[in-house]
Structure formats: structure tokens, C-alpha cells
């Protein structure tokens, strides 16, 4: 079984910075890919950010020059870097893995809990 341990969301003025924090603990082999989702009220959720075990980034247009995905291997932790955040960054930010166990042969996705930002204008 995995864990997932989403941290650094909070309420932040526009223009400010934040950075997620998304660490997984427990039988884990690989990672791929790392990706951090939003969902904002009223809307559904989309991929902000995706990371590869290869050094694929991915990101939405919106946060392109704004966000920047990263990856600690030996943590197995994937934090998202926000600055110059807009109150349409508003949404409740979700982890998402892919992990290969330990022993495993298929890779199985992990959901983080999610987690609050909120940008004021």
C-alpha cells in the first residue's frame, strides 16, 4: 500500500507564492508519472502539471512560466512551485502518482487528499 502526504497549500495574496508538497511513502518501486490536478468550484478537475521518470514537464497554459514541477527521487516526493499566483489559481490541488510496487508489474495510480489554495485579489 501507498501513502500519500500533500503539504504547503494556504491562503496567499495575488501575485504571491506557494509550494506543494507531495510525498509517498510505502511499497514503492517506481514513480511515473508525478502530476499535480486542480479543481476549482464549479469545474472540473485538470492536469496543472506532469513530471516523467524521464524529465518530461508538462503544463497547462494557463501556469506556463509561473509553475515549475520538480521531483526528489529518494523521497519520492514531487512539489509544485506557484509564483505570481492569480485568484484563478484558486482550486483544491491534487497529488497524483503512478507507482510500481515493490514486486509489482502494473503501475497503479494514488490520489493525495488534496489541498486548499487560495489566492485574493
Known amino acids: 500500500q501507498v501513502q500519500l502526504e500533500e503539504s504547503g497549500g494556504g491562503l496567499v495574496q495575488a501575485g504571491g507564492s506557494l509550494r506543494l508538497s507531495c510525498a509517498a511513502s510505502g511499497s514503492i518501486f517506481n514513480i511515473d508519472p508525478m502530476d499535480w490536478y486542480r479543481q476549482a468550484p464549479g469545474k472540473q478537475r485538470e492536469l496543472v502539471a506532469s513530471?516523467?521518470?524521464?524529465?518530461?514537464?508538462h503544463y497547462v497554459d494557463s501556469v506556463k512560466g509561473r509553475f515549475t514541477i520538480s521531483r526528489d527521487n529518494a523521497k519520492n516526493a514531487v512539489d509544485l512551485q506557484m509564483n505570481s499566483l492569480k485568484p484563478e489559481d484558486t482550486a483544491v490541488y491534487y497529488c497524483h502518482l503512478g507507482v510500481l510496487p515493490n514486486g509489482g508489474y502494473y503501475y497503479h495510480d494514488y490520489w493525495g487528499q488534496g489541498i486548499q489554495v487560495t489566492v485574493s485579489s
Open positions: 513530471l516523467t521518470n524521464d524529465g518530461n514537464t
